[in-house]
């Protein structure tokens, strides 16, 4: 059962454009969000993450937003740059868990045309 | 340059063999795991470790085994008992100061069982 789902395996966004990636959760138990960018055959950087006591969060060009009741995060990201093109996993936290596991989406291929 | 180093990062072995993937961090963090990710998939969590000489299972510990007797270095075995070894194995770091709460990942090894 996956506790973390990205239902767009890719996405292609003309340069300049907004980026929108999508991240859905079952858990009510997570309530720390993480996005994550890796380029093929290294390991993955983080890029932005958003407590569940917020709805947003902005770093530059990358904004995520959370909407708890609908267990859904988004990651904006304007305006799309070539160099953004990479996989970008969601991940979460469980409330209540020292260890701070981190649970996985499977990925969505950003591709963003010049 | 403070990081995680894992090696090697292409790594050939015959069926029935074990091998060792090592990680190696001077972030002077705590918290140490592995994950694995296959094609098309998220990460997967192995293992891992809270603190010096202690680790735990993760998700899919079968045909695992890890060892954590320096803060620094947290290696991962796989060995012969692991049914589908071939895959990109992934060692991370948890830093968490304030309210940040992020892992770091290490470059990853890609491990092919011929």
């Known amino acids: 059962d996956q506790q973390v789902k990205q239902n767009s395996p890719s996405l292609s966004v003309q340069e300049g454009r907004i980026s929108i990636l999508n991240c859905d959760y079952t858990?009510?138990?997570?309530?720390?969000f993480l996005w994550y960018k890796k380029y093929p055959a290294e390991g993955p950087t983080f890029l932005i993450s958003i407590s569940s006591i917020k709805d947003k969060n902005e770093d530059g060009r990358f904004t995520v937003f959370l909407n708890k009741s609908a267990k859904h995060l988004s990651l904006h990201i304007v305006p799309s740059q070539p160099g953004d093109s990479a996989v970008y996993f969601c991940?979460?936290?469980?409330?209540?868990?020292?260890?701070?596991?981190?649970?996985f989406g499977s990925g969505t291929q950003l591709t963003v045309l010049p | 340059d403070g990081g995680i180093t894992q090696s090697p990062k292409y790594l050939f072995r015959k069926e029935g063999q074990n091998v060792t993937l090592s990680c190696e961090q001077n972030l002077n963090h705590d918290a140490m795991y592995w994950y694995r990710q296959d094609p098309g998939q998220g990460l997967r969590l192995i293992y891992y470790s809270q603190i010096v000489n202690d680790f735990q299972k993760g998700d899919i510990a079968e045909g695992y085994s890890v060892s954590r007797e320096k803060k620094e270095s947290f290696p991962l075995t796989v060995t012969s008992a692991q049914k589908n070894p071939t895959a990109f194995y992934l060692c991370?770091?948890?830093?968490?100061?304030?309210?940040?709460?992020?892992?770091?990942f290490g470059p990853g090894t890609r491990l092919t069982v011929l």
């Open positions: 991940a979460a936290n469980p409330r209540f868990s020292s260890a701070r596991q981190l649970t």
């Open positions: 991370a770091s948890r830093e968490t100061s304030g309210s940040r709460d992020e892992q770091f």
């Open positions: 858990n009510s138990m997570f309530d720390y």
